[in-house]
């Protein structure tokens, strides 16, 4: 079942190789199961939504490890580098300088 807050095949395509280049490296205990566009996804939806990390839907990883991973990627800067480069791109599409200043 598909979210509004969701993200698209054509938003994943963008995201997908700027996340794997900021993300933490972890160690590989066990393989994952959930992937991190099902995690990004359950991140949006709270976001979107402004419930309770607890109030996530059952078809989205369980909050417990949405709230673990939005943890983690927080305290190592991952999702503000995120937004910044996704900012940089857009202003690179419209042809504006990319840095945000006029």
């Known amino acids: 079942m598909a979210y509004a807050s969701d993200l698209s095949d054509a938003e994943w395509e963008i995201v997908e ?3 794997l280049e900021l993300l933490p490296k ?13 995690i990004i996804n359950g991140i949006l939806y709270q976001l ?25 990627w927080r305290a190592a800067g991952a999702l503000t580098e995120l937004m910044h480069r996704l900012h ?15």
């Not at 994952?32 to 099902?38: F, G, P, Q, V």
């Not at 402004?50 to 417990?64: A, I, V």
């Not at 940089?88 to 006029?102: A, L």
């Open 17 to 19: 190789p700027l996340l």
């Open 26 to 38: 972890k160690k590989k205990t066990r393989p994952a199961k959930w992937t991190n566009r099902e």
């Open 48 to 72: 979107k939504n402004g419930c309770n990390w607890c109030d996530l839907p059952r078809d989205l990883p369980p909050y417990s490890t949405v709230y673990w991973h939005y943890k983690q």
């Open 88 to 102: 940089q791109q857009v202003r690179e599409q419209v042809k504006k300088n990319p840095n945000g200043q006029p």
